[in-house]
């Protein structure tokens, strides 16, 4: 009987597409999903000039060995090259050692500027910010926006969670009657064998007290009719 009620209610992240399309992944960072990782394969020069924000620099030529030492190879990562050839080249070489969870951001970084992707550099810093940077309301737009045109995983995510919870306290709900169920059983069960128990021993003590009586009621006899012989034979 499976007893925990925790197990089973915070649902695991579904596993990323091969290729990811820029909305997704800004829903994603949007919504504050952990535990996942954005590479950039370009070189360091390039990456210097501007790149996703929050991104990691991990050049081609270096890219496995890097992310070996420090990359879990169970974690999902999203990357991106100058082109898509390159952005492939990189995936390929990533899932060839062992990465589970890799995607390619179909278009790269262009593609994250057009939806107005958050981006950091030398170049970028010079870029006027977009309408959504300082405006709360224009930012829960875009987000809005982009769960319709795309970014529909988080959103999928949380009716999955809702689902299992609501799964998860059933079961729980489940187990906790069972459980009453069985120990109300066990205590009818035990009730029962000590009412037994005591009827046995009351007639067992019952049993004893009469043989007790009708053994002494024997030798009182027998101690009388030998007190009388005595006097009879004089």
């Known amino acids: 009987m499976v007893n925990n009620l925790v ?16 909305h997704v992944l800004k829903t994603r960072l949007e919504w504050g999903e952990p535990a996942f990782t954005i590479l950039d394969v370009r070189d360091r020069a390039t990456f210097n000039e501007g790149h996703i ?19 879990d190879k169970s974690r999902d990562i ?6 898509d050839q390159e952005t492939a080249q990189a995936a390929q070489q990533l899932r060839s050692n062992g990465f589970e969870h890799i995607s390619q ?3 790269g970084l262009g593609a994250w500027k057009a939806i107005g992707g958050p981006t950091e550099g030398i170049v ?3 870029t006027p910010p977009g309408a959504d940077d ?10 809005q926006e982009n769960l319709q045109k795309g970014g529909t995983s988080a959103t999928e995510s949380v009716k999955k969670g809702a689902s299992d919870l609501k799964e998860g306290i059933q079961e729980g709900v489940s187990n906790l009657k069972e459980n009453i169920q069985e120990g109300a059983s066990n205590l009818k069960e035990g009730i029962q064998e000590g009412a037994s128990n005591i009827k046995e021993n009351v007639q067992e003590g019952a049993s004893n007290v009469k043989e007790g009586i009708q053994e002494g009621a024997s030798n009182v006899k027998e101690g009388i009719s030998e ?3 005595p006097k009879d034979n004089e």
């Open 7 to 22: 197990g089973g209610i915070i649902p695991p992240q579904p596993p990323i597409e091969a290729q990811t399309d820029a």
């Open 227 to 229: 007190s009388k012989t």
């Open 53 to 71: 924000m929050g991104a990691m620099p991990m050049p081609a030529d270096e890219l496995v060995e890097r992310a070996v030492a420090s990359l």
């Open 134 to 143: 300082y405006n709360v309301v224009d930012r829960l737009k875009n987000h």
């Open 78 to 83: 999203y990357l991106y090259g100058a082109n």
């Open 124 to 126: 970028e810093s010079k």
């Open 105 to 107: 951001l179909k278009g």
